[in-house]
């Protein structure tokens, strides 16, 4: 059993903190930012200080690779992202990519025999914040293994074409070829070259801290569906036009996501989660009645059976009367769940058992990269204590205690399927 360095994780945490940083003890940093390209460049010099070998895809994905002692085996890959959303944490993604480094230096440092070249990894444009949509690069790298549904949402030409959310002029496109990263397609993540691939992430909720344990050996990501339920009424003047004549389009939404609560919850399902969280009401005029009212509604669970249940009752909302304004449900997109492998979820349960890390089954309730590579490579994820449950904010917070301890089961996991 091999143990990483606290004092070293603690100095990458720290260090890494400083690239973006907003002055309230987080960060802002979008995918190919100047604030991103520090980052990268910091993790370009650290890896290149043990040795490593810098590979750098046509997407700016980064490979850092250490030689195994088979030339002819299939690398093992550890990776997350660089970039944040705005005002995020300073452990969302990059944890992921700190710990994949943390493990290399382990390795160099304490010259551990593998077989397996062993690779850290940055994924480009994993938050979509600036360039939606999210996990962009990894799902045109893992395009043709996606089922078709997704595919249709990460053709390669159109995810060049989005355009920044700030100036709404720039594509993502033009920004990877100004950033300087841009390399060779030969470089991407692929099944011919590499074997597994492993993602250390925080949890993002607070299951593990009620729980008392640091770290979540990850089964799953949990399927979704996110629909618009659109409302039409009719605009008038909000000082002339009679109450009881009125269509608000603002109102009707508001009782049907009352009637949404009320039913779904109905159901019983103590592990169902579901959020409205996007909304647009035209025309946004405090004189105005709305005439339009748009909510976006967002559910998951693992049991498909389940979300199915919770499906029928937002479609019946297309079949009611609200305040006299009509509904219209539509399909944004949906997921199913996304199982992780097993041989691979064991070895991180025996890697935490083996040093004396407490933890736990657990599933996950948000995307990462990991999941479009699931589809094309053996996959599984290992979650960090979040203290208070808080992420995509500053208060976002992960201990050195136990971002190392992610670290140290990566690594004894990452050996045993190097030992395979």
Known sequence: MYKCSLERMTDKIKTFSKFGATGNGGITRYSLSKEAIMARNEFKRRMEAIGAIIEVDDLANMYATLPGSDPNAKRIVMGSHVDSVKNGGNYDGILGVISA???????????IPHKHP????IWTNEEGSLYPPAMMCSGIVCYDYLPDDIKEKFKEEDMMK????????????????????KGDRKYRLSPEKYLCM????????????EA??????????????????????????????????????????SQALCYLHEEIDKLGYPDLVYTTG??????????????YFDFSFDARHEDPKVLEEVLAIVKSCANKAWAGCTCKVEKMWNRDTVYWDEKLVSYVKEAAEECGVSHQYIHSGAGHDAQFVAYMLPTTMIFVQSKNGLSHCEEEYS?????????????????KADAE
């Not at 062993?118 to 990894?121: L, P």
């Not at 089964?219 to 659109?230: E, I, T």
């Not at 996007?278 to 005439?291: A, K």
Request: charged residues 20%.
């Open 101 to 111: 480094m943390e493990v290399l230096e382990t390795i160099a440092e304490q010259k």
């Open 118 to 121: 062993i690779t850290a990894m």
């Open 162 to 181: 989005s355009k920044s959310i700030i100036d709404g002029k720039t594509t993502f496109g033009e920004a990877l070829e100004k950033s300087g990263f």
């Open 198 to 209: 492993f993602e250390t992430h925080i949890e993002q909720g607070p299951i593990l801290e």
């Open 212 to 253: 008392g344990n640091d770290i979540g050996v990850v089964d799953c990501v949990l399927g979704m569906f996110n629909y618009r339920l659109k409302f039409y009424g009719q605009a008038a003047h909000a000082g002339t036009f009679p109450m009881k004549k009125r269509k608000d389009a603002f109102y009707a939404a």
């Open 278 to 291: 996007e909304v647009v009401c035209h025309p946004s005029v405090h004189t105005v009645i709305p005439d």
């Open 399 to 415: 201990s050195p205690e136990q971002c190392t301890s992610g670290a140290t089961v990566m690594l004894n996991a990452v050996l």
